[in-house]
């Protein structure tokens, strides 16, 4: 190099062939092409600089992108996803449930075989580990067949086999307690008043014998006034005793005694 003219060439195709090599690097790494403003973008060139390395390397052009030559587009295919397994579909809840209160009415009537007497529905319950609805309908399936009865009261009602000469869903409720002094109050029958039925003139006269007397007694006094001013001297030993009058209304009592030395 002579001159200083050979010198800048030789930088302009060093510098040349470096942006040549990044647009063939950036079009090997996306083989399904890139447009020129793609490759100003990721090469960090100029347009000018771009369209010129277009024109001087081997690519080939569709609809404005450009890949090399000699890579089939078509080839470059995304591979297809195996599409997803199907699931197994799970088994109806309603299925379910109609095996668990079976079991419920299985185990309830082959449990009570034990007990003859009966059980409460706590004492089922936790011996059978059975929720409130799988009992419930497990009692029901076999009171609607016949197998057992209800006995008992309210609240502790107990549940046994059904055995000859009892009737499907007998219930002995125990009587309530008789009371003392109830007092039959008979149905009120309307009629007219001037002619009394005889049933009117028993309740009148029962009524006239509850009829009681009260007495009560009264105690008066009047004092005059010459008795209150004796009374209150004689009480406070004041000879001196002045009634205060305001309106016509006593308001106070004024009581004194003037002693001559």
Do not use: W
Not at 103 to 129: C, N, R, S, V, W
Not at 202 to 221: A, W
Not at 227 to 247: E, K
């Amino acid at each position: 190099m002579n001159s200083a003219a050979d010198m800048r060439r030789f930088h302009e195709q060093t510098a040349l062939q470096k942006a040549k090599d990044k647009v063939i690097d950036a079009l090997k790494n996306d083989p399904l092409g890139l447009s020129a403003n793609q490759l100003m973008t990721v090469c960090r060139l100029s347009i000018k600089t771009v369209k010129n390395i277009l024109a001087t390397i081997d690519v080939q052009e569709e609809h404005g992108v450009y890949f090399l030559s000699g890579v089939a587009r078509a080839e470059i295919k995304a591979e297809p996803q195996p599409l997803p397994a199907e699931q197994p579909k799970a088994e109806q809840p309603k299925q379910v449930s109609t095996r668990v209160q079976a079991k419920a009415h299985e185990e309830i009537l082959q449990y009570l075989h034990d007990f003859p007497a009966g059980l409460t529905k706590p004492e089922l319950m936790a011996a059978l580990q059975l929720n409130d609805k799988q009992f419930t309908n497990g009692i029901y399936k076999l009171k609607n067949e016949g197998e057992i009865i209800r006995t008992g009261k309210f609240g502790s009602y107990k549940y046994q086999l059904k055995t000859n000469g009892q009737e499907m869903n007998a219930e002995v409720i125990a009587a309530p307690a008789a009371e003392e002094n109830v007092i039959s109050v008979q149905p009120v029958v309307e009629t007219s008043a001037q002619d009394p039925q005889p049933s009117d003139l028993n309740v009148i006269d029962l009524l006239k014998d509850q009829i009681k007397t009260v007495v009560t007694t009264k105690n008066h006094l009047t004092i005059t006034e010459d008795q209150l001013y004796v009374l209150l001297s004689d009480l406070f030993g004041l000879n001196t005793v002045n009634f205060c009058i305001d309106a016509g209304r006593l308001v106070g009592v004024n009581l004194s005694e003037e002693v001559v030395a």
